[in-house]
């Protein structure tokens, strides 16, 4: 029987709790995959600035070496993720957005011979907390879980108001693995346990926070597990391992951040920190400890393939830069696949083509042939999307807004830029209104009304 406790680790509003989806791949554990032949290494894989291309045609490149730089406060660092030789710098299509950016094409000379200085033990006994802030930063660590916000800039945070908060007391692990059908964060909780709990006593190091905690869906009772036995021993004083509530999306920051402290992230531009937190992906806070301890940039992550058009679904270690296509190909995908989803199905995007490189947010490629694309409907009042919005937000009257053009309405009487895009309200939506996709949209048109 749930704890007291356990029964109120969750968000007070909203969310929903679709199928799981994660039977196919959360026994898989995690395969390190073939470097491709060649790579594509988006500039632009972050948050912010997009970085300037540091390399030439037919440049010599090592394994880790900077080949982007990053352009300005929020923005990051990107590393070739193998030896070879530059081939062009062109434009190609962005994966998530669609939008063209930079790439950095390399060939892959097979030697896989690392960079000077790269992926080697460093003796952090007398590095001071600045120093491994701008280890991080030379990584070009990014948030894994989807965010990509550049983690130099999370782990020293500036306020933008002298009134508002910029300490950290509280640093919390992300391990709820929301999304349906992802398991890669699951299967790096089992594997690197010890390494998970490493990297968060450095993140509290680093901020100085007295608090830690890991939040973990209960539908993962092994990793909660694992977690418990892992801070019994030793590092775990001021960590706690605290099960959540399977629902989505219990991930998010906001409801994370709610459910493990009871604190509310302020509405209209506030931020984690502005209530002492710091949230950081199980994937990040590891690519945080190898940047530290091991010089090592951030050039693959963890990866979930899956989708009934996948032969051979699992968990991959995947270098940034390898194309969907060579992944699909090689894990087996049908002919008729009807959606391909960077990402997960709640939050992820469908791609137009599988020719896009792996980015260093992107924890899953979902490739589908049963699925149902629906015609959307006019709204039928059902309230339902207001009732599962985690924000309190009227989704309903949104898109019936963006749908006639008035995204200055949106904003300001229904508060459309506070929506995280979630997609709860369009998974619950009868009449199949594709809610998320307009407020999208309507972001768009603002931001460029906004100049
Ligand atoms: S996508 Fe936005 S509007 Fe829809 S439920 Fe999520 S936060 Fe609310
Ligand atoms: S769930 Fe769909 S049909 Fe119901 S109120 Fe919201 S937008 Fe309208």
């Not at 790096?188 to 998970?196: C, G, P, V």
């Not at 904003?411 to 506070?418: A, I, N």
Request: charged fraction near 20%.
């Amino acid at each position: 029987m749930a704890t007291e406790f356990e029964r109120k680790a969750t968000f007070p509003t909203g969310g929903v709790h679709p199928p799981e989806g994660k039977e196919s791949t959360c026994g898989l554990a995690l395969q390190r995959s073939d470097a491709p032949q060649t790579v594509e290494v988006l500039m632009q894989q972050h948050i912010g600035a997009p970085a300037a291309p540091v390399v030439n045609r037919r440049d010599e490149v090592k394994k880790g070496q900077l080949i982007g730089e990053a352009r300005g406060f929020i923005s990051a660092n990107v590393h070739s993720p193998v030896s070879g030789k530059v081939k062009r710098i062109e434009n190609r299509i962005h994966n998530p957005t669609g939008k063209a950016v930079a790439a950095v094409v390399i060939d892959n000379d097979g030697e896989d011979e690392w960079a000077e200085g790269c992926n080697v033990e460093r003796d952090i006994s007398s590095m001071d907390t600045e120093a491994m802030v701008s280890a991080v930063r030379e990584a070009g660590v990014v948030g894994m879980g989807g965010a990509a916000f550049p983690s130099h800039v999370k782990l020293n945070p500036r306020p933008q108001e002298p009134s508002q908060q910029s300490e950290v007391t509280d640093v919390i692990i992300n391990g709820a693995e929301c999304e349906p059908m992802l398991t890669c964060d699951h299967r790096l909780m089992l594997e690197k346990t010890a390494e998970i709990v490493d990297a968060l006593a450095l993140i509290m190091h680093i901020t100085g926070a007295g608090n830690g905690y890991i939040g973990i869906e209960t539908n993962k009772p092994d990793a909660i597990a694992a977690f418990r036995e892992a801070t019994a021993q030793g590092r775990g004083e001021n960590i706690s391992v605290i099960p959540l509530q399977v629902r989505y999306p219990q991930g998010a920051e906001q409801q994370l951040i709610t459910a493990l402290t009871g604190r509310e992230v302020p509405s209209g531009g506030g931020l984690p920190v502005h209530v002492g937190c710091l949230v950081h992906n199980v994937a990040t806070a590891l690519a945080i400890r190898d940047a530290i301890r091991f010089c090592k940039p951030l050039i693959e992550r963890p990866l979930t393939v899956a989708g009934d058009a996948v032969g051979e679904p699992g968990n991959f270690i995947e270098l940034i830069g390898t194309s969907f296509e060579h992944i699909l190909r090689r894990q087996g995908v049908a002919e008729e696949v009807r959606l391909l989803i960077s990402g997960g199905p709640m939050m992820g995007v469908a791609q137009a083509q599988a020719d896009v490189p792996l980015i260093k947010g992107n924890s899953g490629i979902i490739a589908l042939c049963a699925a149902k694309i629906s015609e959307q409907r006019a709204c039928i009042r059902c309230g339902r999307c207001v009732e599962n919005c985690p924000l309190g937000l009227m989704p309903n009257m949104i898109s019936v807004l963006c749908e006639n053009g008035l995204w200055e309405e949106s904003r300001d009487r229904y508060q459309v830029m506070e929506c995280k895009e979630c997609g709860c309200c369009s998974y619950i939506c009868p009449a199949k209104r594709r809610i998320v996709h307009m407020i999208k949209w309507c972001k768009a048109e603002l931001a460029q009304m906004e100049g």
